[in-house]
């Protein structure tokens, strides 16, 4: 007897029951037939007579057929810009407390927040893990008004040192503070900021 097979998949599995249903095969056999191929964790016995009965009844399809249920409601557009609007806000804000506000159910503020929003935690703040196209078009938008105040203020005056040396010094520049990978947020008091 040969090694069970290790790597296998339902559809192959179900193939394999259709072919043999085919060839006129009892279900009790074709089970048998199963467990020495691929070993008894592949399909169980009801499951193999399940799909033996609707193969005989002629189906054709060896996909899972699409379950009847509630859809997901939460997950819509409106919910999605109602937590945008609210992580901007309060970036400390924890899930819970937004599925509270809003009444969605904490599961689906989760994949609103991680998924649909790309937002990840860092230090008890919700931040973007990617730029988005809005968040582009934001700094392209400051580095643009930045660039024209620099224009119109003026690039340089002359500053006289000690000694008499002159340096040149930017006006607008030298009010200018810049940093990198650096977001400044208002401090809040209260439980939210401590995690």
């Known amino acids: 007897m040969a090694s069970p097979i290790s790597v296998w998949s339902k559809l192959e599995i179900r193939a394999v029951v259709r072919f043999l249903i085919a060839k006129g095969t009892k279900c009790s056999v074709i089970y048998g037939e199963i467990v020495e191929s691929y070993g008894g964790h592949a399909m169980s016995m009801t499951q193999v007579y399940q799909w033996c009965s609707w193969f005989k009844d002629g189906r054709t399809s060896l996909q899972d057929e699409p379950r009847s249920g509630r859809p997901n409601t939460a997950n819509n557009d409106w919910n999605t810009a109602r937590v945008d609007e609210l992580?901007?806000?309060?970036?400390?804000?924890?899930?819970?407390?937004?599925?509270?506000?809003?009444?969605?159910?904490?599961?689906?503020?989760?994949?609103?927040?991680?998924d649909k929003l790309g937002y990840r935690r860092v230090s008890a703040r919700w931040v973007p893990k990617m730029l988005s196209d809005e968040h582009k078009r934001q700094r392209v938008e400051i580095s643009q008004i930045l660039l024209h105040r620099c224009q119109q203020e003026g690039d340089e005056t002359v500053d006289?040192?000690?000694?008499?040396?002159?340096?040149?010094?930017?006006?607008?520049?030298?009010?200018?503070?810049?940093?990198?990978?650096?977001?400044?947020?208002?401090?809040?008091?209260?439980?939210?900021?401590?995690?």
């Open 87 to 114: 992580i901007k806000v309060d970036r400390r804000m924890k899930l819970k407390e937004i599925s509270l506000r809003h009444n969605i159910p904490k599961t689906n503020v989760y994949e609103i927040v991680h």
């Open 160 to 195: 006289v040192g000690p000694g008499g040396d002159h340096r040149a010094r930017s006006k607008f520049l030298q009010h200018l503070i810049i940093g990198d990978k650096t977001w400044s947020f208002p401090e809040h008091s209260g439980k939210n900021a401590i995690q």
